[in-house]
């Protein structure tokens, strides 16, 4: 099964962006979380985590196993900044800045969990746009994760990034 993304939003104040995204997502919290909040998960459709220290103040590093244009794959330390389990994690990482999960049980007789994410990161436009084009390539890889088919990191391509990047350099 094949769940959109839905496009993310930003707002920019100089060079410090916060983007957001929203997915309403057909999966328990507890299967959103485990994709989100431990070493098992995020590399199913986002990066290797390790170290991870699962609590607030824990170190963190996330290692990409995309590349980027250049051909470098991104390798961002940090910290946990916040942990609530089930409800909230917040990652602070070089690069990407912080990086925020929300968590909430969707509508009652729908199931599923509703996923706020949000990014605050610095950097040029160009970056801003490279970061919503990518966020969202990562949410789709997300929902296949969370169907059963994490992803596969041999074969990714920038095709499907490029297309995310021109649309949201159009104001998507």
Known sequence: MEIPSP???SE????VHTLRYELSIPYPVDEVWDAI???DGLPTWLAVADPFEQREGGAITLRWQNKDARGHAT????????WEPKRVVEYTVDVHGRVRFELEPGPLGVGGTLLRFTNELAGPEDVRLDCLAGWHHHFE?????LAGQPADWSAWTLERWRELREEYGKGR
Do not use: E, F
Request: hydrophobic share 40%.
């Open 141 to 145: 890889y997300l929902l296949q994760a």
């Open 37 to 39: 909040a431990t070493p």
């Open 7 to 9: 496009y993310g939003a």
């Open 75 to 82: 390798v961002a330390p940090g910290r946990v900044t916040a």
């Open 12 to 15: 920019s104040q100089g060079d």
